[in-house]
């Protein structure tokens, strides 16, 4: 079955600090890959997405995420993170134009 | 992008009853979705709402409990049925941007179920 796995549920991190989130998938075939972000009290928006090409996107807000299909990984990156990176993360995943399946969510918290 | 609106934005509804949310697209778009957020959950798919066709629902999701209309390109609404506690949630419609694979979201709607 088509899954999404986000191991880091909750991290904390001072400003400035680097910051990667993890994220797996386990799909056949060509994969559409996504990260998204929830601010406190706003709706998803779209951080970057990977459909083919160059393996490492670069998003809105300086993140940017590598694909590795030997790992089945699709991580996000940001060199130096502010307080108002504070929200959630979510990685997702489709095949072609279908629903996407999202990961359980990584809760970042940036302490100023 | 697509700019998704939704209404309403939160409601507070008794156990029995129904509650009909409504999503509207600013452009024509395919492919509508439909997506739960249970509290400190992520998001799980319920329907795909095609124009023209019937929805096609997730398993663990029946049309008799969450019938979907999907009368044009541009809006689509979801009712959730016979409402119970279980059903507390954030509802969300997310639509295909225009010939790419790339989902934008409502900004939801927020259900209690008391």
């Known amino acids: 079955a088509q899954s999404v796995s986000q191991h880091n549920h909750h991290v904390i991190l001072s400003e400035a600090a680097s910051l990667e989130l993890g994220c797996n998938y386990s799909y056949g075939g060509t994969v559409n890959l996504f990260w998204y972000v929830q601010y406190p009290g706003q709706h998803l928006q779209l951080l970057l997405k990977y459909f083919s090409g160059d393996p490492l996107v670069k998003g809105i807000k300086g993140f940017e995420a590598e694909f590795i299909k030997s790992k089945f990984s699709f991580n996000l990156r940001k060199p130096s993170v502010q307080w108002s990176d504070t929200a959630e993360y979510f990685c997702?995943?489709?095949?072609?134009?279908?629903?996407?399946?999202f990961g359980s969510g990584t809760r970042l918290q940036v302490q100023p | 992008s697509a700019v998704i609106s939704q209404k309403p934005s939160r409601d507070i509804c008794q156990r029995g009853t129904s509650l009909t949310i409504q999503c509207q697209v600013d452009?024509?778009?395919?492919?509508m979705f439909w997506y739960r957020q249970q509290p400190g959950q992520s998001l799980t798919l319920i329907a795909t709402a095609n124009q023209g066709s019937e929805a096609t629902y997730e398993s663990g999701f029946v049309i008799d409990k969450f019938p979907i209309s999907r009368p044009n390109l541009t809006f689509s609404t979801l009712t959730v049925s016979n409402m119970s506690p279980e059903d507390s949630s954030i509802y969300l419609c997310s639509a295909e941007e225009g010939g790419g694979e790339t989902q934008y979201f409502g900004p939801g709607t927020r259900l209690l179920v008391l």
């Open positions: 997702a995943a489709n095949t072609g134009r279908r629903a996407l399946t």
């Open positions: 452009s024509q778009v395919t492919m």
